[in-house]
Structures are given as C-alpha cells and as structure tokens.
C-alpha cells in the first residue's frame, strides 16, 4: 500500500532551467562561463535528464523520514519493538516538514573536468493528517488526508524551478469527522 503512494506530478527540469543554473554557476567559474555554449541545447537536455533521475522521489520516504522524528511515533515505534502486541495508532493532526539536500551534476567538456554544478532541493509537505500503524519496531502508512509538497531547486540564491504538487495514492481516514454542509436544512415534525 505504501509503495502506491507518490507525486500526482513528478519533477522535471527543462534544459532552460539547467541553462539558467549554468548561466548563474557561470557568474563564478570563468571555466564554465567560456564553455556555456558547448553547455547548451542537448548538452543542457542530457544534464536535465540526469537530474531527472535523481529528482524520482519516493514521496511515501520523504514523509516517513519526518514522521520517524516525531517523538511520539519514535516511542510507539521503540515500544513496539521491545514488547510485541497489537498494533498501536499513532494519529498526527496537521504538520509541515522540510528536507534540504544538495544534487551535484559533474560535467565534462573534451575530456576536461569542470566545476561540479551544486543545486540546492528544498522539499516543504504539508500534511493534513495521517495515521500510522506501528507494529514490530516499524511504521506503516493507514490513512493521510490532504497532503502536498512544494520543491524547490537553487543555484546558490538563485531560484532554478519551483514545483507544487499533491500525494496521491494514499487511503483517506474512514474514522475522520466530516463536516455536514452548511446549506442543507432539515425539517422535524414532532407532535405535541
């Protein structure tokens, strides 16, 4: 069930936006600044191919690694680990969690090295709600409500691409209160 939980759009960078890095990296590298047309067009493409590799996230381990750093889902996991027992619901209301990492593209130009281009992928979620079952030293996906993720990619201060989108392929909480609608009345005849 997990493994069916990903981005409704997946990341994808254009050969403009690797441009836009190596115009900015070239600012700083006289190197690369000398090679940035040899850099471009389909040079630029396999690069954004690259990094399209990379930027496949798994969206159900970006949100178990914030979930694992929650105090109460860290207990109820080391709890269910020591004494085996039913498992134990773990509800979290509302909450946002961010990851910063570093993508470095080596490229080369005739055989010669150039400076590793370092982008910067900050991936902000913002969770609803979910609710983990955790059983055996483990943790395990039950429902999530409204979840999303906002990534953005850098060069230095530079913003390259910013991407928002949702999760999908979660369950969605049987047990969770929905509101009635507001507009719906209802007529009670009781005699008297």
Do not use: C
């Not at 619901?89 to 570093?102: A, K």
């Amino acid at each position: 069930m997990n493994r069916a939980i990903k981005l409704r759009a997946p990341i994808k960078l254009s050969s403009e936006n690797v441009e836009r890095a190596l115009f900015e990296q070239a600012k700083e590298e006289p190197e690369v600044a000398r090679l940035r047309e040899q850099l471009s067009g389909p040079s630029a493409q396999r690069a954004a191919d690259e990094l399209n590799r990379v930027l496949d996230i798994d969206a159900f381990e970006i949100l178990s690694r914030g979930w694992a750093s929650v105090t109460s889902v860290r207990n109820a996991v080391q709890l269910s680990a020591m004494m085996p027992s039913p498992p134990a619901i773990v509800r979290l209301e509302q909450h946002n969690m961010t990851s910063t990492s570093t993508l470095v593209l080596e490229s080369h130009v005739a055989g010669r090295a150039l400076p590793p281009l370092r982008l910067t992928l900050q991936l902000i979620t913002g969770v609803q709600s979910a609710t983990l079952a955790v059983r055996d030293g483990r943790f395990e996906l039950v429902a999530l409500e409204k979840a999303s993720i906002i990534a953005r990619l850098s060069y230095k201060n530079s913003l390259i691409k910013e991407h928002a989108t949702g999760i999908e392929g979660a369950a969605r909480d049987p047990f969770r209160y929905q509101r009635a609608v507001a507009d719906q009345k209802a007529d009670v005849d009781i005699p008297i």
